[in-house]
């Protein structure tokens, strides 16, 4: 499989970009912007966008997505619980200080447990509410690997301080959903460098509280 993270927009929010090299097919997660840095990524590898998951209906990764769309004609999943983010987008947009970008509701809903083909590879939708009502993690058991936006960082978790966001539904995702995965499960976060599962059940100060 191709993996390919891209750190985009101001927030420096990872896109990953995953591609069948035998099919071209791929699937993009959280555009939030640098849209043409992503295509010059799917050029690269001659990729043909199916769908485009977005983990949260925050700003720094929802961003890009409708723009990505209108290139590629790919549907957005987005857990449809966000939908109140999306239409306070011009607030969001107020915080960076930058002109809020186009947003649409999702084409399909990520609901916890839908089952999706990325890249060649099964993967399942797992709603890990907390930093954000609809908050999602994209697993892929098969290739031993997490994409779990903003509610796991190496070290941290999801603030919730922000709209939707509360901490004790965030401790539950984490202790109910992700800890139960195997320790050698790799975390791609939403910001910043990879993890494991194990690293952050041994270490992380958030997953050690009791």
């Not at 071209?24 to 769908?51: C, W, Y």
Request: charged letters at 15%; aromatic letters at 2%.
């Amino acid at each position: 499989m191709i993996h390919e993270i891209l750190a985009v927009g101001p927030l420096q929010c990872n896109c990953s970009i995953l591609g069948d090299p035998e099919t071209h097919t791929a699937t993009v997660v959280d555009p939030g912007d640098d849209i043409q840095s992503i295509l010059k990524i799917l050029n690269q590898h001659r990729l043909r966008v199916e769908q485009i998951v977005i983990t949260h209906a925050h700003i720094d990764h929802v961003g890009g997505a409708v723009r990505l769309k209108k290139i590629t004609g790919a549907p957005i999943y987005m857990n449809q619980l966000d939908l109140p983010l999306l239409e306070m987008m011009d607030v969001q947009a107020g915080w960076l200080g930058i002109a809020p970008p186009e947003v649409q509701p999702p084409d399909v809903s990520a609901d916890d447990g839908l089952k999706l083909t990325v890249a060649g590879a099964a993967a399942e939708i797992l709603h890990t509410p907390g930093h954000t009502q609809g908050s999602l993690c994209l697993h892929l058991p098969e290739q031993n690997l997490l994409l779990a936006g903003d509610t796991l960082f190496a070290g941290s978790v999801g603030r919730t301080d922000l709209p939707g966001g509360d901490f004790q539904t965030l401790l539950r995702s984490l202790h109910n959903c992700l800890l139960q995965l195997p320790d050698t499960t790799r975390v791609i976060p939403g910001h910043g460098h990879a993890t494991t599962i194990g690293q952050e059940r041994a270490s992380n100060p958030f997953l050690l509280r009791k």
